[in-house]
């Protein structure tokens, strides 16, 4: 595969930026993706979504007072709102002339789990991605403690029931486990007392607080160190462990190029980004620059996000929708603010179940043969879903390809452009469907293109990148 569509995908969603990357070089475009700023503007159709905490009480109330039919309504508002927080997720994607921050934005995203489903507020959960966004690059033990204190994690992991009278140790446990040290690196005694020093931490108007009436003030004991610790205290000691590093370098190797890196290259990318003081910035120049010179496509399984990208940007396709998008991942079990649970999507060949590819391969089918992707195909819209307005008209796929080459020349140019990997029974079946007496300027060339793109699009090399 040509080096930089491969990584236009491994640092994109799609081959939107492989001319980019090919005509400044992979560091410039690095550097670029990370220079461009955060906009900190709230979507307006946030601005009527309950904000602090006593216009959620008194939409819980009211939801509490009112009869079957008016709380379906409100259930229902809120449903629509979490579909919108998502085609935002996805605009922004979609949109964006340099889409490394949102690919990071996703790391964090599935490293910080946190759901919709269980926040039950679309407000606190977009604050939580803003907060990604805006730290995407920055520092990874700032970050931690950034996220420990939003009201979307105290409430998904249950530390707003964690009081000194009665502990409850989700997030204590979920801090050491999968967001910094990895099991076997820590005791059950840092647990237990971890979840003294985070009692009293819960809802605050724009952060987490600690409630002084629930608040564990006695000594604890934290990786061998005493003292009246709290939710800072105990990053604090967490970055001071020798295991530290690798747990995270570890999930950005596997979320951007390998899904099986080599024990090896965690620990080296682990003890630089030690040497950097967990600074992010210079870890991804410095992982992306040294993985960009060797041999490694072929090393990761697209996620359903990367594929449909990928497909509606070859195709140039612009009528399909954020929202079939988002529907079309949750399908293939990519869900946005919903992963199934707290460790996230696993990534590698979840995403290439039997089931999954099978619907892969239909919506390549669709897409080429220029049908949208409707209901029925995605199977994945609630009924009665209202507040979806799905158009179901045709699509004119286009595909790039050079009208003055013959059909091998055109078959090596997808092929460079698409496959990882060609071998000689994959290029005869290419042969069959661009025959050798194929017209590149005749007037169905583009139609048979698009099959030899279809064939393409269902082989098992085109899933790898």
């Known amino acids: 595969m040509n080096k930089s569509n491969l990584w236009s995908l491994r640092l994109g969603f799609s081959n939107k930026q492989a001319l980019e990357i090919e005509k400044n070089g992979i560091e410039k475009f690095i550097q670029k993706s990370m220079n ?21 009480k008194a939409l819980r109330q009211s939801i509490k007072n009112a009869d079957s039919e008016e709380q379906k309504k409100i259930l229902k508002q809120q449903l629509k709102k979490g579909i919108q927080l998502k085609t935002w997720w996805i605009d922004r994607i979609r949109t964006e002339e340099y889409p490394l921050r949102e690919k990071m934005v996703g790391f964090w995203h599935n490293h910080f789990v946190c759901t919709l ?39 998904y992991l249950d530390n707003v029931d ?3 009278d ?8 979920e801090l050491l486990e999968l967001f910094t040290l990895g099991i076997g690196n820590y005791t059950e005694e840092d647990i237990k007392n971890g979840a003294k020093a985070l009692a009293g931490l819960g809802l605050g108007e724009m952060d987490a607080t600690y409630r002084p009436f629930f608040e564990d003030n006695t000594i604890k004991t934290y990786f061998g160190k005493t003292g009246n610790f709290k939710v800072d205290d105990l990053v604090d000691i967490i970055f001071e462990q020798k295991n530290i590093p690798y747990l995270i370098t570890r999930k950005i190797l596997k979320w951007f190029i390998y899904d099986n890196p080599s024990e090896e290259l965690v620990t080296y990318y682990g003890d630089y980004l030690r040497k950097m003081n967990f600074e992010i910035e210079p870890l991804l120049m410095k992982i992306f620059t040294e993985e960009y010179t060797k041999e490694n496509s072929g090393s990761k399984i697209k996620d359903p996000l990367v594929y449909l990208l990928q497909i509606t ?25 919903n992963q199934p649970n707290v460790k996230g999507w696993i990534g590698g060949n979840s995403w290439l179940s039997s089931q999954i590819y099978l619907q892969r391969n239909n919506t390549s089918d669709l897409l080429c043969s220029g049908r949208n992707i409707n209901r029925k195909a995605l199977n994945a819209i609630p009924e009665n879903d209202e507040q979806t307005e799905l158009t179901f008209e045709k699509i004119e796929p286009k595909i790039d390809f050079d009208t003055n080459a013959n059909n091998k020349k055109i078959i090596a140019q997808l092929s460079n452009r698409l496959l990882f990997q060609v071998d000689e029974s994959m290029q005869k079946d290419m042969e069959n469907l661009l025959k050798y007496d194929f017209d590149a300027r005749s007037e169905n060339a583009n139609q048979a293109v698009l099959r030899l793109f279809n064939y393409i699009s269902k082989t098992p090399e085109y899933q790898l990148i």
């Open 36 to 56: 461009l700023n955060v906009s900190n503007d709230i979507p307006d159709f946030l601005n009527d979504e309950p904000k602090t905490i006593a216009e959620l």
């Open 117 to 155: 489903q269980k926040v039950k507020s679309s407000y606190w959960i977009y604050q939580q991605n803003y907060l990604l966004r805006e730290n995407a690059f920055g520092n990874f033990k700032q970050l931690t403690k950034v996220m420990l204190q939003t009201n979307a994690m105290v409430r």
């Open 162 to 164: 964690n009081k000194k």
């Open 166 to 173: 009665k502990i409850n140790e989700n997030l204590s446990r």
């Open 313 to 337: 940007e070859e195709l140039q396709i612009k009528e399909i929708s954020s929202i079939l998008i988002i529907f079309f991942c949750k399908q293939q079990g990519m869900d946005l603010f």
